[in-house]
């Protein structure tokens, strides 16, 4: 049900219905979600075919199709129209990328995945099996049950991934190769050599950071990979050694850095086609930990003999997100917020404690009184929160009332919200 009020509209669901039902309502009404729809399912439609389906005139399609053209644009896809049919042109790798980014909000709807839950069983079951054996790992079970629906979907409409290089032999594929073979059959499909790697890599983007693994997968991490490892271990012992990051040490940025790396080295061509799938990423800055620069590439110099790497952008980012998790993981404290408060005891301690619960534990609140602040050495970053009128400070002086207004906490806890995201 949808109702309007002077803020706007509102959509209201009724009794008893889902959030994915709402969505397969809404994503049947887009002309671009039917599109697009209608091009994942097959490998091209004709022009007067998509119009009919679209339930618009050919002009109105065209400007649609332009549109989605633009929008697309950074995932190296694009509708092309060629004697009257239409078609996504691009590499089938970045053809899947995208739907996997477009489609991963969507894995339960039965608008683009008809009948998903029994599907999804056999994807389930799959992790099972490996959850239960010596080569376990976690996952992102969502993210790699897309992947699954998406290389399904795409094989049984004929759209083969295109050729590329990849050893055979590698040791880490062959550790899954027979489980994910019989995945696919499942639902009648037999992976060809190309398509069971693409599966493969798939499923490793899935795995999650912060991991433990089964015994002969850690076996073989450490006879196959020995190179990696140490390239990790170097990597982090640089930091250590700089010393302004020695809490590194304690963490699992070695371990988390090694699985960035696995990734890279599994296939260089399949990681740079991969940066698409989140490609805002690329923006973000690197430059943090300025330590990074010198770092980061005599770690790439290092993989060398493994994998040529030639843009190194997108993987310093990476690493520096890990290295972020890793010192906010063993030193969360960013910044002070100095307390000076004057009320009854009880309340001033109480009210301490909501305000360093609410600030996260990245802000330290520290209570101190009004004569104490001429001897404190702040830090740019540090704030002032006082319910007494002060002197001029060199930071930022944040005023609360004795029982503070929620629009003064709400002041406040913007004011520190730069320490999160800081990348």
């Given at each position: ?13 009724a009794?008893?219905s889902?959030?994915t039902?709402?969505w ?5 009404q ?5 599109i697009l729809?209608?091009?994942?399912l097959?490998?091209?439609v004709?022009?007067h075919q998509?119009a009919q389906?679209?339930?618009?005139s050919?002009?109105t399609?065209k ?14 896809v ?17 053809i ?18 008809k009948?998903y839950?029994?599907h999804e ?5 799959f992790?099972?099996n490996i959850r239960?054996?010596d080569?376990?790992?976690d996952?992102e ?6 992947w699954f629906?998406?290389n399904?979907?795409r094989?049984?409409?004929n ?5 590329f ?7 880490l594929?062959s550790?899954?190769?027979?489980m994910l ?9 037999y992976?060809?050599d190309?398509?069971a ?5 798939c ?10 693994y ?6 073989t991490?450490?006879t196959?990979?020995?190179?990696l490892?140490k390239?990790?271990?170097d ?7 700089s ?14 850095l090694?699985?960035l790396?696995?990734k ?5 061509k399949l ?6 799938d989140?490609h805002e990423?690329?923006?973000l ?11 980061g590439?005599e770690l ?7 994998a040529k ?9 990476l690493?520096?997100l890990?290295?972020?998790?890793a ?15 004057q ?6 301690d ?5 305000i360093?619960?609410a600030?996260?534990?990245r802000v330290?609140v520290?209570g101190?009184?009004?004569?104490d602040?001429?001897?404190?050495q702040?830090n ?6 006082s319910?007494?009128?002060l002197e001029?400070?060199p930071?930022?002086?944040?005023y609360?009332?004795?029982?503070p207004t929620?629009?003064?906490l709400?002041t406040?806890i ?8 800081l990348?």
């Amino acid at each position: 049900m949808i109702a309007s009020d002077s803020s706007g509209f509102k959509l209201f669901p009724a009794k008893n219905s889902v959030t994915t039902e709402i969505w397969e309502i809404f994503l049947s009404q887009s002309i671009g979600i039917q599109i697009l729809k209608v091009l994942f399912l097959n490998p091209e439609v004709s022009r007067h075919q998509l119009a009919q389906l679209t339930s618009v005139s050919v002009e109105t399609l065209k400007r649609h199709i332009n549109q989605i053209n633009r929008r697309i644009k950074a995932y190296q896809v694009k509708i092309k129209l060629t004697k009257g049919v239409y078609k996504l042109t691009g590499k089938e790798s970045t053809i899947r990328i995208f739907f996997h980014r477009l489609l991963l909000p969507y894995t339960y709807s039965n608008y683009f995945f008809k009948d998903y839950a029994v599907h999804e069983i056999h994807y389930y079951q799959f992790l099972k099996n490996i959850r239960q054996s010596d080569v376990k790992i976690d996952t992102e079970h969502i993210f790699g049950m897309n992947w699954f629906f998406i290389n399904t979907i795409r094989i049984k409409a004929n759209c083969r991934i295109n050729n590329f290089s990849y050893q055979k032999e590698d040791p880490l594929f062959s550790l899954y190769h027979v489980m994910l073979v019989a995945l696919y059959q499942k639902e009648g499909i037999y992976l060809t050599d190309d398509e069971a790697f693409f599966s493969f890599f798939c499923f490793l983007e899935s795995w999650n950071y912060n991991n433990t693994y089964g015994n002969i997968l850690d076996d073989t991490i450490h006879t196959q990979y020995p190179t990696l490892l140490k390239a990790a271990s170097d990597f982090v012992a640089r930091f250590v050694s700089s010393g302004t990051l020695p809490e590194l040490s304690r963490s699992k940025l070695s371990d988390n850095l090694f699985l960035l790396l696995l990734k890279y080295v599994e296939s260089p061509k399949l990681s740079k086609q991969f940066q698409l799938d989140y490609h805002e990423l690329i923006n973000l800055r690197a430059d943090h930990y300025q330590l990074l620069q010198k770092f980061g590439p005599e770690l790439i110099q290092q993989l060398n003999p493994l994998a040529k790497i030639d843009d190194i952008g997108y993987l310093i980012h990476l690493i520096s997100l890990l290295v972020q998790q890793a010192i906010f993981q063993t030193h969360p404290i960013m910044m002070t917020a100095y307390f000076i408060f004057q009320g009854e005891p009880a309340w001033k301690d109480f009210l301490r404690q909501e305000i360093s619960d609410a600030l996260g534990n990245r802000v330290k609140v520290i209570g101190i009184e009004p004569f104490d602040l001429k001897d404190v050495q702040f830090n740019t970053q540090d704030i002032i929160i006082s319910n007494l009128l002060l002197e001029t400070q060199p930071v930022p002086i944040h005023y609360i009332s004795m029982l503070p207004t929620k629009n003064e906490l709400n002041t406040l806890i913007e004011s520190t919200r730069s320490q999160y995201l800081l990348i």
